[in-house]
């Protein structure tokens, strides 16, 4: 309403909205169907934000969009800090009901490079580029897959966005500039 506005009885002026707890829409694409279920994780990042907050699905339906030919999905989200709003944008990772090894680096060493993203490790110390796919995350740490990464491979955490293949790398004891992936199982 502007101020000077005439107004009837019962017209609603304003809208009282509690964030509190937000609810999310989200498009599942119909291959990813059935393995997804009410109650599985979601991580939710608004775009504006780096912090990633932790929801729940809480509807599916079982009716595709007529016009994406996806799946509705209901995610819930406590907001306690508030950082969500009406009308944001997020981008979801939601958790496929899938069990699977995989081997997992610190989110700081992923490198994007156009639609390629990377990870630097160290071979006989120069830096090597391998090519990774992002599988799943739970906000630090990532599981990836690469035929080239193996488990306690070094990998270039810091400073890795100014690292080219082939460039000599140095390592110090005060502040380690690599760590090693580690074996993660996701459910």
Same mark, same amino acid.
């Given at each position: 309403m502007d101020i000077g506005s005439w107004v009837t009885a019962g017209l609603p002026v304003f809208e009282m909205v509690d964030i509190s707890k937000i609810k999310i829409m989200a498009d599942l694409p119909e291959q990813y169907f059935g393995q997804l279920r009410t109650g599985s994780k979601v991580l939710v990042q608004a775009s *504006?934000? &780096?912090?990633?907050?932790? =929801?729940? #699905? #809480? =509807? @599916?339906?079982? *009716?595709? *969009?007529?016009? !994406?030919?996806?799946?509705?999905?209901?995610?819930?989200?406590?907001?306690?800090?508030?950082?969500?709003? *009406?009308?944001?944008?997020?981008?979801?990772? @939601?958790?496929?009901?899938?069990?699977?090894?995989? #081997?997992?680096?610190?989110? &700081?060493?992923?490198v994007?490079? =156009?639609?390629?993203?990377?990870?630097? !490790?160290? !071979?006989? =110390?120069?830096? !090597?580029?391998?090519?990774?796919?992002?599988?799943?995350? &739970?906000?630090?740490?990532?599981?990836? &897959?690469s035929p080239m990464l193996k488990v306690d491979m070094e990998v270039i955490v810091r400073g890795n966005e100014r690292v080219y293949p082939g460039a000599d790398v140095m390592t110090g004891n005060e502040e380690p500039a690599t760590e090693t992936p580690a074996e993660t199982e996701e459910k």
């Open positions: *504006s934000q &780096d912090q990633l907050i932790h =929801g729940v #699905v #809480v =509807g @599916l339906s079982p *009716s595709a *969009s007529n016009e !994406t030919h996806t799946y509705p999905v209901i995610i819930e989200v406590m907001n306690e800090n508030e950082k969500l709003a *009406s009308g944001m944008l997020v981008q979801i990772t @939601l958790f496929l009901n899938e069990e699977f090894s995989s #081997v997992a680096i610190p989110k &700081d060493a992923i994007r490079q =156009g639609n390629n993203t990377i990870v630097y !490790t160290i !071979t006989e =110390g120069k830096a !090597t580029l391998v090519p990774v796919t992002i599988i799943a995350t &739970d906000g630090a740490m990532l599981a990836v &897959d």
